[in-house]
């Protein structure tokens, strides 16, 4: 799937929306067992078909041409396509890494998650308070020296890791996982990881540790490069700095709690920093590895999301692939709502501006992703 363009007219990609989530049926039913719809045709969004129909009559007008800023470049470093920030040029081909990290109160502190470019919070069961796991996208895996801990894997995440053409890092899973790491485009690393003595049950002492990818790559079928089932960059960056404040959709939102009972997620905006702060367990959320910095994202994206139980254990499948449902995208102390689309289960996650129909741009620099279960959507605070 090409990357949606962002000269799309408004009206055309809102009316396809429609008709797509119009055609979906029975995704999301709670209980239900069956896996989520596994394409969706996107086909006139994807290919941007204005051929259809009858052409526009064009009218020219004589205008002074646009001048057009010159693009900044560095000398050995390029834009990273997860964050936009600069970066060393010769991890420019470089697939990233997804790592499964556990969120269990006993598994803090957290050893190197504020070095993730992408941070996914999601519900990892039904039960125990509907906890939560991370998984980490990192670009420079190369310079990890300690990450984790690390835990086990749902469906959910090997449809998000491959978004990125990342492989997944993690320690097993249920044997649900067992068809979709089969998938051709899934890629994973499972368990074999370095195991520090932290004084904590076993459980808690897999980490991500130097030389430990090194060795899982030249030991395995996957390269280090992004291959054919890499679906191009994720995200639309703006190399000016983003301010919602302009617009008439846009809210005050200087802190969100998340529906997630066990660890209380919550984010709060830093005029420090301009970037919003995370907090779990009543406490501000601290990498040791890195002199206790908290972590800290410039841009939150809040997914409204269907799921399906898989059994009475709490295992679960988000209904990733789906279409017109709402979101939240927030930056610098303001928000609006959006709409995202997964078509297929490899693909992108695609957020759409609603006044424009088209893809929103993102400012520069870390991301956090929650998908929020729909039937807790309306618990979330937003202050």
């Keep these: 799937m ?46 941007n078909n204005d051929a259809a129909g009858e052409p526009e009559t064009q009218t020219e007008v004589e205008s002074e041409p646009e001048t057009q800023p010159e693009e900044e470049s560095r000398e050995g470093m390029y834009r990273s396509e997860l964050t936009n920030e600069w970066i060393d040029e010769s991890l420019k081909n470089q697939r990233p890494i997804a790592i499964m990290v556990d969120n269990e109160s006993k598994a803090l502190p957290h050893y190197g998650l504020t070095e993730a470019d992408v941070v996914y919070e999601i519900m990892n069961s039904t039960k125990n308070g509907r906890i939560t796991r991370f998984m980490a ?21 090997i449809m998000l890791a491959a978004e990125w053409n990342a492989v997944l890092c993690h320690d097993g899973g249920p044997f649900y996982i067992d068809t979709w790491i089969a998938k051709n485009y899934s890629a994973n690393f499972s368990g074999g990881f370095s195991r520090v003595n932290n004084g904590k049950a076993r459980e808690f002492t897999e ?12 030991n395995s079928k996957y390269g280090t490069e992004y291959n054919e089932y890499y679906p191009g960059q994720h995200y639309v960056f703006s190399n000016t700095e983003i301010d919602l404040s302009g617009r008439s959709d846009s809210f005050d939102c200087t802190e969100i709690q998340l529906p997630f009972p066990h660890n209380q997620s919550t984010l709060k905006y830093n005029e420090a920093t301009g ?5 779990e367990y009543g406490d501000a959320h601290r990498d040791p590895l890195h002199d206790n910095a908290q972590l800290t994202f410039k841009n939150l994206l809040i997914q409204d999301c269907t799921f399906s139980q898989l059994d009475e254990n709490g295992y679960l499948i988000y209904n990733a692939i789906d279409s017109g449902r709402n979101a939240y995208y927030i930056t610098n102390g303001k928000a609006i709502v959006v709409e995202w689309i997964k078509p297929a289960e490899s693909e992108l996650t695609i957020y759409l501006d609603k006044q424009t129909g088209e893809q929103i741009e993102m400012n520069t620099g870390k991301t956090y992703v929650s998908l929020v279960p729909s039937d807790s959507w309306n618990d979330i605070v937003i202050k």
């Design 2 to 47: 090409k990357k949606l363009n962002g000269k799309k007219k408004g009206m055309a990609l809102l009316l396809v929306l429609a008709l797509a989530a119009a055609s979906l049926s029975g995704c999301g039913n709670k209980g239900k067992q069956d896996e989520p719809k596994t394409e969706i045709n996107f086909s006139d969004i994807v290919n």
């Design 137 to 157: 996208v990192v670009k420079d895996w190369g310079s990890i020296t300690q990450f984790g801990s690390i835990r086990s894997t749902r469906p959910t995440n």
């Design 207 to 218: 980490y991500i540790c130097t030389g430990d990818l090194d060795s899982k790559f030249s």
């Design 275 to 279: 970037t919003y702060d995370y907090y």
